[in-house]
Protein backbone atom coordinates (compact mmCIF):
# COMPACT_ATOMS: atom_id res chain seq x y z
CA UNK A 1 0.00 0.00 0.00
CA UNK A 2 1.15 3.91 -1.04
CA UNK A 3 2.84 5.43 2.06
CA UNK A 4 0.33 8.61 1.36
CA UNK A 5 -2.62 5.99 1.34
CA UNK A 6 -1.43 4.10 4.69
CA UNK A 7 -1.40 7.59 6.36
CA UNK A 8 -4.84 8.78 4.80
CA UNK A 9 -6.50 5.59 6.45
CA UNK A 10 -4.58 6.23 9.56
CA UNK A 11 -6.00 10.15 9.93
CA UNK A 12 -9.62 8.95 9.54
CA UNK A 13 -9.63 7.15 12.74
CA UNK A 14 -9.97 11.47 13.81
CA UNK A 15 -13.41 13.06 13.56
CA UNK A 16 -13.43 16.47 11.46
CA UNK A 17 -16.47 17.17 12.85
CA UNK A 18 -15.70 16.00 16.51
CA UNK A 19 -12.45 18.21 15.76
CA UNK A 20 -13.87 21.36 14.65
CA UNK A 21 -16.41 20.92 17.93
CA UNK A 22 -13.71 20.90 20.33
CA UNK A 23 -11.61 23.40 18.60
CA UNK A 24 -14.85 25.96 19.06
CA UNK A 25 -14.94 26.18 15.00
CA UNK A 26 -18.02 24.34 14.51
CA UNK A 27 -21.46 27.26 14.28
CA UNK A 28 -23.80 25.14 11.82
CA UNK A 29 -23.36 21.79 9.93
CA UNK A 30 -26.30 20.36 7.55
CA UNK A 31 -27.72 17.21 8.89
CA UNK A 32 -25.77 14.23 7.75
CA UNK A 33 -22.44 15.65 7.54
CA UNK A 34 -20.76 13.66 9.83
CA UNK A 35 -22.52 10.37 8.46
CA UNK A 36 -20.96 11.55 5.38
CA UNK A 37 -17.58 12.10 6.56
CA UNK A 38 -17.14 9.23 8.89
CA UNK A 39 -18.27 6.53 5.85
CA UNK A 40 -15.59 7.96 3.44
CA UNK A 41 -12.88 10.15 2.03
CA UNK A 42 -15.22 13.12 1.07
CA UNK A 43 -13.94 16.02 -1.09
CA UNK A 44 -14.71 20.01 0.75
CA UNK A 45 -14.05 23.15 -0.58
CA UNK A 46 -13.46 26.88 0.45
CA UNK A 47 -13.22 29.66 -1.73
CA UNK A 48 -11.11 32.44 -1.56
CA UNK A 49 -12.08 36.14 -2.52
CA UNK A 50 -8.68 37.31 -4.81
CA UNK A 51 -9.54 41.00 -3.41
CA UNK A 52 -5.78 41.15 -2.59
CA UNK A 53 -2.39 39.56 -2.91
CA UNK A 54 -2.47 37.81 0.30
CA UNK A 55 -4.45 35.92 2.64
CA UNK A 56 -4.91 37.89 6.25
CA UNK A 57 -5.36 36.56 9.61
CA UNK A 58 -9.28 37.21 8.99
CA UNK A 59 -9.12 34.35 6.84
CA UNK A 60 -7.35 32.07 8.36
CA UNK A 61 -9.95 30.29 11.11
CA UNK A 62 -11.17 29.02 7.03
CA UNK A 63 -7.91 28.22 6.17
CA UNK A 64 -7.79 26.30 8.83
CA UNK A 65 -10.65 24.27 8.58
CA UNK A 66 -9.34 22.86 5.29
CA UNK A 67 -6.01 21.82 7.24
CA UNK A 68 -8.49 20.27 9.28
CA UNK A 69 -10.14 18.23 6.98
CA UNK A 70 -7.10 16.95 5.28
CA UNK A 71 -5.64 15.64 8.49
CA UNK A 72 -8.37 13.55 9.31
CA UNK A 73 -7.83 11.99 5.51
CA UNK A 74 -10.18 13.92 3.50
CA UNK A 75 -9.42 15.21 0.22
CA UNK A 76 -9.42 19.48 0.54
CA UNK A 77 -10.25 22.06 -2.32
CA UNK A 78 -9.47 25.75 -2.43
CA UNK A 79 -10.89 27.73 -4.96
CA UNK A 80 -9.65 30.92 -5.87
CA UNK A 81 -12.68 33.12 -7.33
CA UNK A 82 -11.24 34.38 -10.02
CA UNK A 83 -14.92 34.87 -11.65
CA UNK A 84 -16.95 35.89 -8.94
CA UNK A 85 -13.97 38.24 -7.51
CA UNK A 86 -14.75 40.31 -10.28
CA UNK A 87 -18.81 40.53 -8.98
CA UNK A 88 -17.97 40.99 -5.25
CA UNK A 89 -19.71 39.53 -2.18
CA UNK A 90 -22.35 41.43 -0.60
CA UNK A 91 -21.98 39.18 2.82
CA UNK A 92 -21.12 41.17 5.99
CA UNK A 93 -21.00 44.43 3.49
CA UNK A 94 -22.37 47.69 3.92
CA UNK A 95 -21.30 48.74 0.65
CA UNK A 96 -20.36 47.81 -2.73
CA UNK A 97 -16.84 46.90 -3.34
CA UNK A 98 -14.75 48.47 -5.71
CA UNK A 99 -14.04 45.24 -8.61
CA UNK A 100 -10.64 44.86 -9.56
CA UNK A 101 -9.15 44.23 -13.28
CA UNK A 102 -8.21 40.81 -14.69
CA UNK A 103 -4.55 41.93 -14.50
CA UNK A 104 -4.62 42.30 -10.97
CA UNK A 105 -7.27 39.48 -10.11
CA UNK A 106 -4.18 37.27 -11.75
CA UNK A 107 -1.80 38.21 -9.36
CA UNK A 108 -3.57 38.25 -6.82
CA UNK A 109 -4.72 34.46 -7.27
CA UNK A 110 -1.35 33.54 -7.65
CA UNK A 111 0.13 35.06 -4.59
CA UNK A 112 -2.52 33.38 -2.79
CA UNK A 113 -1.98 29.95 -4.07
CA UNK A 114 2.00 30.06 -2.68
CA UNK A 115 0.33 30.70 0.19
CA UNK A 116 -2.03 27.98 0.60
CA UNK A 117 1.02 25.50 -0.64
CA UNK A 118 2.07 26.21 2.90
CA UNK A 119 -0.87 24.93 4.68
CA UNK A 120 -1.82 22.22 2.90
CA UNK A 121 -0.35 18.94 0.98
CA UNK A 122 -0.56 18.70 -2.65
CA UNK A 123 1.47 16.13 -2.92
CA UNK A 124 -0.20 13.04 -0.72
CA UNK A 125 -2.01 10.73 -2.73
CA UNK A 126 -5.49 9.83 -3.26
CA UNK A 127 -6.63 12.93 -0.71
CA UNK A 128 -3.83 15.48 -2.33
CA UNK A 129 -5.33 18.92 -1.70
CA UNK A 130 -6.44 20.95 -5.01
CA UNK A 131 -6.41 24.32 -6.34
CA UNK A 132 -8.99 25.87 -8.86
CA UNK A 133 -9.87 28.64 -10.08
CA UNK A 134 -13.96 29.65 -11.09
CA UNK A 135 -12.83 31.18 -13.74
CA UNK A 136 -11.99 28.34 -15.85
CA UNK A 137 -15.54 27.38 -15.88
CA UNK A 138 -17.40 30.70 -15.82
CA UNK A 139 -14.80 32.14 -18.63
CA UNK A 140 -16.22 30.02 -21.41
CA UNK A 141 -19.95 30.51 -20.20
CA UNK A 142 -21.84 33.22 -21.97
CA UNK A 143 -24.41 35.15 -20.08
CA UNK A 144 -27.41 33.77 -21.47
CA UNK A 145 -26.64 29.94 -21.23
CA UNK A 146 -26.05 30.94 -17.45
CA UNK A 147 -29.11 32.22 -17.09
CA UNK A 148 -31.15 29.26 -19.24
CA UNK A 149 -29.32 26.64 -17.49
CA UNK A 150 -28.82 27.98 -13.90
CA UNK A 151 -31.25 31.32 -13.31
CA UNK A 152 -33.89 29.50 -14.03
CA UNK A 153 -33.69 26.90 -10.59
CA UNK A 154 -33.69 29.47 -8.05
CA UNK A 155 -36.60 32.28 -7.20
CA UNK A 156 -36.13 35.40 -6.94
CA UNK A 157 -38.02 35.38 -3.29
CA UNK A 158 -35.54 32.36 -2.44
CA UNK A 159 -32.90 34.86 -3.19
CA UNK A 160 -34.09 37.50 -1.29
CA UNK A 161 -34.58 35.53 2.11
CA UNK A 162 -30.89 35.26 2.21
CA UNK A 163 -29.47 37.22 5.45
CA UNK A 164 -26.82 38.67 3.02
CA UNK A 165 -29.07 40.21 0.62
CA UNK A 166 -31.63 41.51 3.18
CA UNK A 167 -29.75 43.25 5.14
CA UNK A 168 -28.35 45.20 2.02
CA UNK A 169 -31.42 45.53 0.03
CA UNK A 170 -32.42 48.52 2.08
CA UNK A 171 -29.07 50.69 1.70
CA UNK A 172 -28.81 49.53 -2.14
CA UNK A 173 -27.96 46.40 -4.03
CA UNK A 174 -26.57 46.49 -7.39
CA UNK A 175 -28.03 43.39 -9.60
CA UNK A 176 -24.05 42.47 -10.03
CA UNK A 177 -23.57 41.26 -6.13
CA UNK A 178 -27.27 40.01 -6.05
CA UNK A 179 -25.96 37.47 -8.59
CA UNK A 180 -23.10 36.57 -6.48
CA UNK A 181 -24.75 33.78 -4.43
CA UNK A 182 -26.19 32.05 -7.17
CA UNK A 183 -22.50 32.08 -8.88
CA UNK A 184 -21.26 30.57 -5.59
CA UNK A 185 -23.98 28.04 -5.49
CA UNK A 186 -22.93 26.90 -9.78
CA UNK A 187 -19.48 26.29 -8.22
CA UNK A 188 -20.77 24.11 -5.48
CA UNK A 189 -22.62 22.40 -8.60
CA UNK A 190 -19.72 22.54 -10.74
CA UNK A 191 -17.27 20.90 -8.48
CA UNK A 192 -19.70 18.18 -6.97
CA UNK A 193 -20.51 17.03 -10.60
CA UNK A 194 -17.00 17.27 -11.78
CA UNK A 195 -14.53 16.97 -8.57
CA UNK A 196 -17.42 15.07 -6.93
CA UNK A 197 -16.93 17.42 -4.25
CA UNK A 198 -20.01 17.19 -1.54
CA UNK A 199 -19.24 19.45 0.90
CA UNK A 200 -18.82 23.58 1.07
CA UNK A 201 -17.22 25.35 4.14
CA UNK A 202 -17.00 28.80 5.41
CA UNK A 203 -17.28 31.65 7.83
CA UNK A 204 -20.93 31.74 9.23
CA UNK A 205 -21.78 34.71 7.38
CA UNK A 206 -21.54 31.91 4.31
CA UNK A 207 -24.17 30.10 5.12
CA UNK A 208 -26.60 31.62 2.90
CA UNK A 209 -24.38 31.03 -0.02
CA UNK A 210 -23.37 27.98 0.76
CA UNK A 211 -27.05 26.08 1.28
CA UNK A 212 -27.93 28.22 -2.15
CA UNK A 213 -25.00 25.63 -3.39
CA UNK A 214 -26.79 22.86 -1.88
CA UNK A 215 -30.05 23.94 -3.02
CA UNK A 216 -29.07 24.31 -6.54
CA UNK A 217 -27.68 21.09 -6.69
CA UNK A 218 -30.80 19.57 -5.97
CA UNK A 219 -32.68 21.24 -8.15
CA UNK A 220 -30.55 20.58 -10.50
CA UNK A 221 -30.49 16.83 -10.07
CA UNK A 222 -26.43 16.72 -8.45
CA UNK A 223 -25.28 14.44 -6.01
CA UNK A 224 -25.30 15.04 -2.18
CA UNK A 225 -23.96 18.30 -0.99
CA UNK A 226 -23.40 19.61 2.03
CA UNK A 227 -22.62 22.75 4.52
CA UNK A 228 -20.32 23.33 7.15
CA UNK A 229 -19.33 26.66 8.63
CA UNK A 230 -17.32 28.12 11.47
CA UNK A 231 -18.15 31.00 13.63
CA UNK A 232 -16.27 34.72 12.63
CA UNK A 233 -13.38 34.89 15.17
CA UNK A 234 -14.37 38.63 17.17
CA UNK A 235 -12.43 40.31 19.99
CA UNK A 236 -14.17 39.82 22.98
CA UNK A 237 -15.79 43.75 22.34
CA UNK A 238 -17.46 41.82 19.44
CA UNK A 239 -15.55 43.56 16.78
CA UNK A 240 -13.51 41.96 13.81
CA UNK A 241 -10.34 40.02 14.61
CA UNK A 242 -7.38 40.29 12.80
CA UNK A 243 -6.93 43.86 12.38
CA UNK A 244 -4.14 45.79 14.39
CA UNK A 245 -4.02 49.31 14.77
CA UNK A 246 -2.01 49.72 11.14
CA UNK A 247 -5.10 47.45 9.54
CA UNK A 248 -5.43 44.27 8.22
CA UNK A 249 -2.40 41.27 9.78
CA UNK A 250 -1.54 39.70 6.62
CA UNK A 251 0.58 36.58 6.22
CA UNK A 252 2.28 37.84 3.47
CA UNK A 253 5.64 39.19 5.20
CA UNK A 254 5.92 42.29 2.50
CA UNK A 255 2.40 43.37 4.14
CA UNK A 256 2.83 42.51 7.41
CA UNK A 257 6.61 41.33 9.00
CA UNK A 258 7.14 38.66 10.79
CA UNK A 259 7.99 40.78 13.84
CA UNK A 260 4.46 42.27 13.53
CA UNK A 261 2.85 39.79 13.30
CA UNK A 262 4.43 37.57 16.29
CA UNK A 263 3.31 41.00 18.50
CA UNK A 264 -0.07 40.67 17.14
CA UNK A 265 -0.05 37.49 18.89
CA UNK A 266 1.50 38.26 21.69
CA UNK A 267 -0.90 41.62 22.49
CA UNK A 268 -4.18 39.96 21.97
CA UNK A 269 -6.30 40.11 25.36
CA UNK A 270 -5.43 37.39 27.52
CA UNK A 271 -8.91 36.37 27.72
CA UNK A 272 -8.89 35.30 24.06
CA UNK A 273 -5.25 33.31 24.15
CA UNK A 274 -7.44 30.07 24.91
CA UNK A 275 -9.24 30.36 21.99
CA UNK A 276 -7.03 31.67 19.75
CA UNK A 277 -5.11 28.60 20.35
CA UNK A 278 -7.64 26.26 19.32
CA UNK A 279 -8.62 28.18 16.47
CA UNK A 280 -4.96 29.12 14.96
CA UNK A 281 -2.79 26.02 16.07
CA UNK A 282 -2.49 22.70 15.29
CA UNK A 283 -1.92 21.65 19.07
CA UNK A 284 -4.09 18.72 20.08
CA UNK A 285 -6.61 19.23 22.98
CA UNK A 286 -4.44 17.58 25.63
CA UNK A 287 -1.12 20.08 25.00
CA UNK A 288 -3.33 22.76 24.99
CA UNK A 289 -4.88 21.99 28.18
CA UNK A 290 -1.79 21.29 29.81
CA UNK A 291 -0.57 25.28 28.82
CA UNK A 292 -3.65 26.51 30.39
CA UNK A 293 -2.96 24.50 33.51
CA UNK A 294 0.75 24.99 33.68
CA UNK A 295 0.45 29.00 32.86
CA UNK A 296 -2.97 30.06 34.67
CA UNK A 297 -1.58 32.40 36.53
CA UNK A 298 1.22 33.48 33.48
CA UNK A 299 -0.74 34.71 30.45
CA UNK A 300 2.22 36.35 29.21
CA UNK A 301 3.34 32.61 28.34
CA UNK A 302 0.37 30.96 27.44
CA UNK A 303 0.36 34.02 24.72
CA UNK A 304 4.30 33.60 23.92
CA UNK A 305 3.41 29.47 22.73
CA UNK A 306 0.34 31.27 20.44
CA UNK A 307 2.59 33.75 19.23
CA UNK A 308 5.21 31.13 18.43
CA UNK A 309 3.14 28.24 16.82
CA UNK A 310 1.59 30.91 14.61
CA UNK A 311 4.13 32.37 12.96
CA UNK A 312 6.00 29.24 12.83
CA UNK A 313 3.49 28.04 10.93
CA UNK A 314 2.53 31.38 8.62
CA UNK A 315 6.57 32.23 7.72
CA UNK A 316 9.20 29.90 9.11
CA UNK A 317 11.40 28.56 12.48
CA UNK A 318 13.70 30.81 10.94
CA UNK A 319 11.98 33.98 10.74
CA UNK A 320 10.16 33.26 14.49
CA UNK A 321 13.46 33.27 15.59
CA UNK A 322 14.36 36.99 13.58
CA UNK A 323 11.28 38.24 15.21
CA UNK A 324 12.19 36.75 19.10
CA UNK A 325 15.91 38.55 18.69
CA UNK A 326 14.06 41.83 17.37
CA UNK A 327 11.56 41.32 20.15
CA UNK A 328 14.78 41.81 22.69
CA UNK A 329 16.10 44.73 21.03
CA UNK A 330 14.34 47.23 22.90
CA UNK A 331 13.73 45.69 25.96
CA UNK A 332 16.06 42.51 26.26
CA UNK A 333 19.63 42.24 26.59
CA UNK A 334 20.54 42.79 23.04
CA UNK A 335 23.71 43.70 21.68
CA UNK A 336 25.01 46.40 19.33
CA UNK A 337 25.68 43.45 17.15
CA UNK A 338 21.71 42.48 17.40
CA UNK A 339 20.83 45.66 16.13
CA UNK A 340 23.15 45.64 12.99
CA UNK A 341 22.38 41.96 11.89
CA UNK A 342 18.55 42.94 11.94
CA UNK A 343 17.05 43.85 8.77
CA UNK A 344 16.09 47.64 8.03
CA UNK A 345 12.83 47.19 7.61
CA UNK A 346 12.23 44.90 10.70
CA UNK A 347 14.40 47.81 12.90
CA UNK A 348 11.39 50.31 11.70
CA UNK A 349 8.80 47.97 12.85
CA UNK A 350 10.75 47.64 16.26
CA UNK A 351 11.11 51.38 16.34
CA UNK A 352 7.48 51.88 15.68
CA UNK A 353 5.94 53.91 18.36
CA UNK A 354 9.36 55.44 19.95
CA UNK A 355 9.69 59.14 19.65
CA UNK A 356 11.47 59.99 16.69
CA UNK A 357 13.99 62.96 15.22
CA UNK A 358 14.81 62.88 11.85
CA UNK A 359 17.66 65.30 11.11
CA UNK A 360 19.65 66.24 7.69
CA UNK A 361 22.86 65.42 7.27
CA UNK A 362 23.85 69.01 7.89
CA UNK A 363 21.63 69.52 10.53
CA UNK A 364 23.08 66.60 12.51
CA UNK A 365 26.75 67.95 11.71
CA UNK A 366 25.69 71.24 13.45
CA UNK A 367 25.10 70.56 16.60
CA UNK A 368 28.25 71.66 19.02
CA UNK A 369 27.84 68.43 21.35
CA UNK A 370 26.19 65.28 22.09
CA UNK A 371 24.09 67.35 25.08
CA UNK A 372 22.64 69.66 22.46
CA UNK A 373 21.84 66.69 20.13
CA UNK A 374 20.59 64.64 23.16
CA UNK A 375 18.42 67.81 24.71
CA UNK A 376 16.95 68.09 21.23
CA UNK A 377 16.00 64.33 20.59
CA UNK A 378 14.90 64.11 23.72
CA UNK A 379 12.57 67.07 23.14
CA UNK A 380 9.01 66.14 22.67
CA UNK A 381 6.68 69.30 23.11
CA UNK A 382 8.97 72.12 21.59
CA UNK A 383 7.25 74.18 23.86
CA UNK A 384 8.86 72.69 26.97
CA UNK A 385 12.34 71.37 25.60
CA UNK A 386 14.45 69.26 27.80
CA UNK A 387 16.93 71.77 29.39
CA UNK A 388 20.70 70.45 28.97
CA UNK A 389 21.52 70.91 32.41
CA UNK A 390 19.36 68.18 32.48
CA UNK A 391 20.80 66.24 30.24
CA UNK A 392 24.51 66.87 31.84
CA UNK A 393 23.05 65.73 35.11
CA UNK A 394 21.49 62.34 33.68
CA UNK A 395 25.15 61.88 31.92
CA UNK A 396 26.82 62.09 35.12
CA UNK A 397 24.42 59.65 36.45
CA UNK A 398 24.94 57.17 34.35
CA UNK A 399 21.56 57.59 32.94
CA UNK A 400 22.25 57.86 28.91
CA UNK A 401 22.95 55.48 26.30
CA UNK A 402 23.39 56.09 23.21
CA UNK A 403 23.56 52.17 20.98
CA UNK A 404 23.33 50.80 24.13
CA UNK A 405 26.61 52.20 25.40
CA UNK A 406 26.39 54.77 28.60
CA UNK A 407 27.56 58.40 27.35
CA UNK A 408 30.50 59.63 29.13
CA UNK A 409 31.02 63.36 30.45
CA UNK A 410 33.30 63.97 27.93
CA UNK A 411 31.52 62.44 25.05
CA UNK A 412 28.42 64.80 26.07
CA UNK A 413 30.74 68.04 25.39
CA UNK A 414 32.26 66.28 22.49
CA UNK A 415 30.44 66.83 18.90
CA UNK A 416 28.19 63.69 18.39
CA UNK A 417 30.64 61.02 16.62
CA UNK A 418 28.69 57.90 17.59
CA UNK A 419 28.85 54.87 14.69
CA UNK A 420 25.36 55.62 13.03
CA UNK A 421 23.64 51.85 13.24
CA UNK A 422 22.91 50.88 9.53
CA UNK A 423 24.31 54.57 8.85
CA UNK A 424 21.29 56.45 10.23
CA UNK A 425 19.93 55.50 13.64
CA UNK A 426 21.34 56.53 16.83
CA UNK A 427 19.03 54.97 19.47
CA UNK A 428 18.94 57.02 22.81
CA UNK A 429 17.91 55.70 26.12
CA UNK A 430 17.14 57.33 28.88
CA UNK A 431 16.21 54.72 32.51
CA UNK A 432 13.68 52.39 30.39
CA UNK A 433 12.65 54.51 27.34
CA UNK A 434 14.24 55.39 24.12
CA UNK A 435 14.39 57.85 21.70
CA UNK A 436 15.14 57.35 17.86
CA UNK A 437 17.23 59.78 16.12
CA UNK A 438 17.30 59.32 12.28
CA UNK A 439 20.14 60.92 10.12
CA UNK A 440 18.56 61.58 6.41
CA UNK A 441 15.37 60.38 4.87
CA UNK A 442 13.58 57.61 5.86
CA UNK A 443 10.22 56.55 3.96
CA UNK A 444 8.16 53.42 4.16
CA UNK A 445 4.97 52.54 1.79
CA UNK A 446 2.24 52.24 4.02
CA UNK A 447 0.78 49.33 4.24
CA UNK A 448 -2.56 48.22 1.90
CA UNK A 449 -6.07 47.48 3.63
CA UNK A 450 -8.59 45.48 1.93
Same mark, same amino acid.
Given at each position: ?????????????? $? %?? !?? @? /??? #???H????? *???????????????????????????L????????????????V???????????D??????????????T????????G???????????????????????????? $? %?? !?? @? /??? #????????? *???????????????????????????????L?????C????????Q????????????????????????????????????????????????????YK???????????E?????????????? *????????????????????????T?????????????????????????????????????????????????????????S?????????T?????????????????????????????????E????????????L????????????????????????
Open positions: MHACQMKRLTKMKK $N %FI !EE @L /RWR #GMLDAMPG *TEEQLNKEMTVGYIGFDPTADSIHIGNATLMMLKHLQMAGHKPALVGGATGMVGPSGKSAERNLLDVKLRHNEAAIKQLAKFLDFDCGENSAELLNNYDWFGQM $N %FL !EF @L /RDV #GKHLTINYM *TAKDSVKKRLESGLSFTEFSYQLLQGYDFFWNKNKNKIQMGGSDWGNITTGTELIRRMGGGNAFAVTCPLITKTDGSKFGKSVGGNVWLDPKRTSPFYQFWLNVDDSTSKLLRVFTLLDQE *TIEKHEADYANDPRMLKRILAEEVRMVHSQEELDRAQKASGLLFGKSTLEDFETTDEATLLDVFEGIPKKNYTKAEFDAFDTVDLIASAMEDEAKPVSKSEVRRLIKNNGIKINQKAVTKDQGSKPEFGLLKDKFLIKKGKKYFLVTVGVVQRAAEVEV
